[in-house]
T-cell receptor
Framework: NAGVTQTPKFQVLKTGQSMTLQCAQDMNHEYMSWYRQDPGMGLRLIHYSVGAGITDQGEVPNGYNVSRSTTEDFPLRLLSAAPSQTSVYFC??????????????FGDGTRLSIL | SQQGEEDPQALSIQEGENATMNCSYKTSINNLQWYRQNSGRGLVHLILIRSNEREKHSGRLRVTLDTSKKSSSLLITASRAADTASYFCAPGRAGSYQLTFGKGTKLSVIP
């Protein structure tokens, strides 16, 4: 049981490049979410999904796209990277999300630098 | 935003002492969760306390919740060097799918 797996662990991009951060879970969780963590800012919610085919915006969605074609995967896309998107990105999952009094399981993060 | 706010921002104690961290939030909640983050790692869930509960224990951890004051506290008893980490609270607003986090308390336990 691998839990929540994020790839890559580290990435350096140039401004304007695009990339996809991968997140996969093997716990059959319906709810998945993406956060970014910046120094002094805590964790901020980017996007979340309550099931395959259903996504919604969080606190800071601008510049990011998501889709959820399967229960297991929830990729985060940066279409045109900007230096302000330099951050550590965390993916999390749970059975039913915050509504269902369920704990979130986090991946170990992707450290992204944009030059 | 349902963001919790942890206090203090940083805490340094000797091994064996107790550590207390506080969390305040703004609106009605369904539950409140506490997480730990070791340096360079993801968050790990510690305890979830529901809005109708006042206290919950897990090993050396004790969490209290006062919904009238919109506050929670996390007590770690007999701290160990391995408890050195950042601790976050996450108030879960009833009916919301968005779980938001505070900025955390950075705990240092000195051997």
């Amino acid at each position: 049981n691998a839990g929540v797996t994020q790839t890559p662990k580290f990435q350096v991009l140039k401004t304007g490049q695009s990339m996809t951060l991968q997140c996969a879970q093997d716990m059959n969780h319906e709810y998945m979410s993406w956060y970014r963590q910046d120094p002094g800012m805590g964790l901020r919610l980017i996007h979340y999904s309550v099931g395959a085919g259903i996504t919604d915006q969080g606190e800071v969605p601008n510049g990011y796209n998501v889709s959820r074609s399967t229960t297991e995967d929830f990729p985060l896309r940066l279409l045109s990277a900007a230096p302000s998107q330099t951050s550590v990105y965390f993916c999390a999952s749970s059975y039913s999300g915050p509504r269902g009094n369920q704990p979130q399981h986090f991946g170990d993060g992707t450290r992204l630098s944009i030059l | 935003s349902q963001q919790g706010e942890e206090d203090p921002q940083a805490l340094s104690i000797q091994e064996g002492e107790n550590a207390t961290m506080n969390c305040s939030y703004k609106t009605s909640i369904n539950n409140l969760q506490w997480y730990r983050q070791n340096s360079g790692r993801g968050l790990v869930h510690l305890i979830l306390i529901r809005s109708n509960e006042r206290e919950k224990h897990s090993g050396r951890l004790r969490v209290t919740l006062d919904t009238s004051k919109k506050s929670s506290s996390l007590l770690i008893t007999a701290s160990r060097a391995a408890d050195t980490a950042s601790y976050f609270c996450a108030p879960g607003r009833a009916g919301s799918y968005q779980l938001t986090f505070g900025k955390g308390t950075k705990l240092s336990v000195i051997p």
